[in-house]
């Protein structure tokens, strides 16, 4: 018995050409148009290895809790000496307004969709298509800020290490960027062991700032020295306790950056190991698997952002939170060389070196399930997005890009990285409203109002006090809609089906031809009166010679949604007024015929010749029905459709026009 997987290669076949044995290594791991897997040769479907809530934590949390790295520093440039006040609105909204917010989003996207998912079922056709791709962009800003950043301070890190040899110096770009093609290589080789790996990181990495914030606290308790002169230059800059309160509610917004790791922790949910008896419709246990690791990420990062905003605004000289200064993008690392020694403080930016980069690889993970779940889904991307390899490279060119644009700069990112964060969940907060109001759930409605209203004025604020983050978001936005538009334009002549399918009737009616060709005329599904059908079988007979001995066949498409791409098709055999008639529901009327007829010939192995009338009107309008509405000009442009599907013009269903 072999324990081989698959046959050895035959020593006598030809190589494959490059080009042929690079495509196959680029689409290899395709993924299907739910994006049910990450990374490359991932495994979909009930092979697939779940894990525990917290190990998808760790996943999650790297890039969550890598915030460590920078939030400090920027809460204390941002905010001063309120920082800390400042902090404990940003812990508050947190577990009073993200956490259920996200914990609700679990319960209604269990397969890891997200807010996106909801908002697109309560906004459907073009405007909840668009929608998608607004949100798309800002998803876009927050994974890819996310990894340019996060890559960015993790090189600052490394150059302010006092064992860091000089020649790094100046060399921010050109790390950043080799820190990126380390993480687009663990991508391109595979990406199966990134839970193991991120359990690791985090273990370490919240072990050390336990040791660093615990040392802080503990000296700024021996110095009241410190303690009293942070709280009178609090005291002296606000006037008094209140006043600070109601400065650090307005600064808040600047501290959004803590916020992050909710739609991360969301789009992981497929990764999370269920009870013994949920269901694909009821995964309960999932549900609560994923709510625990949304509130323990929530609870152990409050934790940290209180301590460590204290201790760093306390014990860190305001000159040191500057550009240039030693604690800038760095202040936690700054008090571990400054009171744990040179050595402790290395391993500890190694430690944070390490998350940092490897925050780029979820995401990269969400990216990647974001994608494929949707654009090519909707037509808007070419049918290769729904592989892994090829988008990683997209996404790497796109984040060499913005860091040789920002020069690395962590602080010069934190606005758009506030930006995409706060829209996302804002996106959620109102669509959680939208459900909670749907289910006629007044308190939770009215709650979940209040909260999207916060997140609202949040995100507004941030974009007047930043307004290059909503640039940066703008330029995102325009680039997916102008790509995914003209995807769409492009792909418009291509078979939409995923499947068809004929019910009993209607393989009774194209059965009963036992030879010759099958007869089929198209027919518009809003005239189905006697003397509609009578008339269209005339005017084919007239116009187009209609054989007498064929049985006339009518073909009715209903348009039901024209923005939808990929679809079932369901055809249905109906007798009406004693002419047999086949209808089919699809999205766009020449495409969905031309799949019809395919599939007829090849389940009755006969030639369909399908009848059409020339439709009236101007050849550009008709244009634009085609690609808005799905009609317009239906006979040329289910001849082209045909004609890509089938290149061999013999067994190409034949399409008469009068």
């Keep these: 018995m072999t324990t081989m997987s698959r046959p050895p290669a035959d020593p006598s076949a030809p190589p494959l050409p490059r080009a042929v044995v690079l495509k196959n290594w680029l689409l290899f791991g395709l993924q299907d148009a739910k994006g049910t897997h990450q990374g490359p040769g991932g495994v979909s479907g009930s092979g697939h290895r779940k894990h525990h809530w917290w190990q998808v934590m760790c996943l999650t949390g790297v890039d969550y809790f890598s915030t460590l790295g920078y939030q400090p520093a920027i809460a204390a440039l941002a905010a001063g000496a309120i920082s800390p006040l400042a902090t404990l609105v940003l812990v508050a909204v947190t577990l009073l307004g993200a956490l259920p917010v996200y914990r609700r989003v679990a319960a209604e996207s269990p397969r890891g969709e997200g807010s996106i998912a909801m908002l697109e079922r309560l906004l459907p056709r073009w405007g909840g298509k668009l929608l998608v791709l607004v949100l798309l962009g800002f998803a876009a800003t927050d994974f890819m800020i996310t990894m340019t950043l996060s890559a960015a301070d993790a090189t600052a890190h490394l150059i302010e290490n006092p064992f860091a040899p000089g020649w790094l110096h100046g060399q921010n770009v050109t790390i950043t960027l080799v820190l990126l093609c380390l993480l687009a290589a663990v991508f391109l080789r595979g990406f199966r062991e990134a839970i193991g790996v991120a359990v690791l990181l985090v273990a370490v990495y919240l072990a050390l700032n336990v040791v660093v914030v615990a040392r802080a606290l503990g000296e700024a308790a021996t110095h009241p020295v410190a303690v009293s002169g942070w709280w009178d230059a609090l005291t002296t800059s606000h006037g008094n306790p209140l006043m600070a309160v109601a400065v650090a509610l307005l600064v808040f917004p600047r501290l959004a950056l803590g916020l992050s790791g909710f739609e991360t922790g969301v789009a992981v949910m497929p990764q999370i190991k269920g009870a013994a008896g949920d269901t694909d419709a009821n995964p309960a246990g999932r549900i609560r698997g994923t709510r625990r690791m949304l509130t323990t990420a929530a609870l152990i990062m409050s934790t940290f952002l209180i301590t460590s905003s204290f201790a760093t605004v306390v014990l860190i000289p305001e000159q040191q939170f500057q550009p240039g200064g030693e604690a800038n993008g760095r202040a936690l690392a700054f008090l571990a060389h400054t009171y744990l020694g040179p050595e402790f403080g290395t391993v500890y930016d190694i430690s944070t070196i390490a998350i940092l980069w490897f925050a780029g690889a979820s995401a990269m993970a969400g990216l990647l399930n974001l994608v494929p779940r949707y654009l090519p889904r909707y037509g808007m991307a070419p049918e290769w997005a729904k592989a892994v390899r090829p988008l990683v490279l997209v996404f790497t060119l796109t984040g060499f890009l913005v860091t040789i644009l920002f020069e690395a700069d962590v602080d010069a990112q934190g606005g758009a990285y506030a930006t995409g964060v706060l829209v996302l969940m804002t996106s959620a907060a109102v669509a959680v409203t939208l459900s909670a109001r749907r289910l006629r759930q007044r308190r939770r409605t009215a709650a979940f109002a209040v909260i999207a209203l916060l997140f609202t004025y949040t995100t507004v604020a941030n974009i007047f006090e930043r307004p290059e983050g909503i640039r940066i978001a703008g330029f995102f936005i325009l680039a997916i809609v102008a790509i995914s538009l003209l995807s769409r334009v492009l792909r418009s002549f291509e078979l939409h089906a995923?499947?068809?399918?004929?019910?009993?009737?209607?393989?009774?009616?194209?059965?009963?031809?036992?030879?010759?060709?099958?007869?089929?005329?198209?027919?518009?599904?809003?005239?189905?009166?006697?003397?509609?059908?009578?008339?269209?079988?005339?005017?084919?007979?007239?116009?187009?010679?209609?054989?007498?001995?064929?049985?006339?066949?009518?073909?009715?498409?209903?348009?039901?949604?024209?923005?939808?791409?990929?679809?079932?098709?369901?055809?249905?055999?109906?007798?009406?007024?004693?002419?047999?008639?086949?209808?089919?529901?699809?999205?766009?009327?020449?495409?969905?015929?031309?799949?019809?007829?395919?599939?007829?010939?090849?389940?009755?192995?006969?030639?369909?010749?399908?009848?059409?009338?020339?439709?009236?009107?101007?050849?550009?309008?008709?244009?634009?029905?085609?690609?808005?509405?799905?009609?317009?000009?239906?006979?040329?442009?289910?001849?082209?459709?045909?004609?890509?599907?089938?290149?061999?013009?013999?067994?190409?269903?034949?399409?008469?026009?009068?």
Excluded at 528 to 550: C, G, I, M, W
Excluded at 605 to 634: D, K
């Design 498 to 658: 995923t499947h068809v399918r004929l019910d009993t009737q209607a393989l009774e009616f194209v059965t009963s031809a036992v030879s010759g060709p099958i007869g089929i005329i198209a027919h518009e599904p809003l005239r189905q009166s006697a003397e509609a059908y009578r008339r269209k079988l005339a005017s084919a007979t007239e116009a187009s010679h209609f054989p007498d001995n064929v049985t006339p066949l009518f073909l009715e498409v209903v348009v039901d949604d024209s923005s939808d791409f990929e679809t079932a098709l369901e055809v249905r055999g109906i007798l009406r007024h004693g002419y047999p008639v086949l209808e089919v529901h699809g999205p766009v009327v020449p495409n969905t015929i031309a799949s019809v007829l395919l599939h007829i010939r090849d389940v009755t192995g006969l030639m369909p010749h399908i009848y059409f009338r020339w439709t009236e009107g101007n050849p550009v309008s008709n244009l634009l029905r085609f690609l808005v509405l799905g009609e317009g000009e239906i006979a040329p442009v289910t001849r082209e459709i045909l004609r890509e599907a089938e290149p061999d013009v013999t067994q190409r269903p034949w399409v008469h026009v009068g």
